[in-house]
């Protein structure tokens, strides 16, 4: 290929080439080359301390790993321990300290419940009956459940079950 300009494609980057003459070159090179050779020094620490916080952390992960696998007892009492410590710190951050103030009537210590019971005594009545037939109910059951032979159906699974295990 030829190059028109006469450049010298002698740095890494083709596109940064100028016009300029030889001596103006040789003296601002140095600063470039001394910039890359310092951002290719501190690329290059970089990439170890990432290297060693990644084995670091690995490290870290399978050591952790394997007492979780050991101790499953600990972890999981402290895992319901931390649960529990942030329930009560949401339940008390979100309760509220303030106590709506309730409007006294003139009435207030007069009970109106006293009022309701006419009218709720059909009903009281009613559900005593009620009860009273499902006690009746539930002691006959009772004494049914108490005549059952249980030899009767126990016998068979018995007899099932030690021809099995011979």
């Known amino acids: 290929m030829i190059n028109p300009n006469g450049d010298e494609y002698t740095e890494d980057d083709p ?3 100028s016009m300029r003459s030889s001596e103006e070159r040789g003296s601002e ?3 470039p080359s001394r910039m890359r050779q310092t951002s290719t020094k501190v690329s290059q620490m970089a ?7 990644k084995e670091r952390a690995s490290m870290a992960r399978e050591r952790t790993e394997c007492f979780l696998r050991e101790n499953p007892v600990p972890t999981v009492i402290g895992a319901l321990a931390i649960g529990v410590a942030i329930g009560l710190s949401i339940c008390y951050a979100s309760s509220t300290a303030e106590k709506e103030v309730e409007a006294k009537s003139p009435l207030g210590n007069v009970d109106l419940s006293i009022l309701s019971l006419p009218f709720l005594w059909p009903f009281f009545k009613s559900v005593r009956r009620k009860y ?3 006690a009746d109910v539930v002691r006959d059951q009772v004494d049914r459940i108490k005549k059952v032979d249980v030899d009767r159906y126990v016998k068979p699974l018995r007899k099932k079950w030690k021809s099995w295990a011979n």
């Not at 990439?47 to 916080?53: I, L, R, S, V």
Request: a negative charge; zero cysteines; aromatic letters at 6%.
């Open 15 to 17: 596109l940064a080439a």
């Open 29 to 31: 090179e140095q600063i």
């Open 47 to 53: 990439g170890d301390a990432w290297e060693q916080t």
């Open 132 to 134: 009273e037939d499902s």
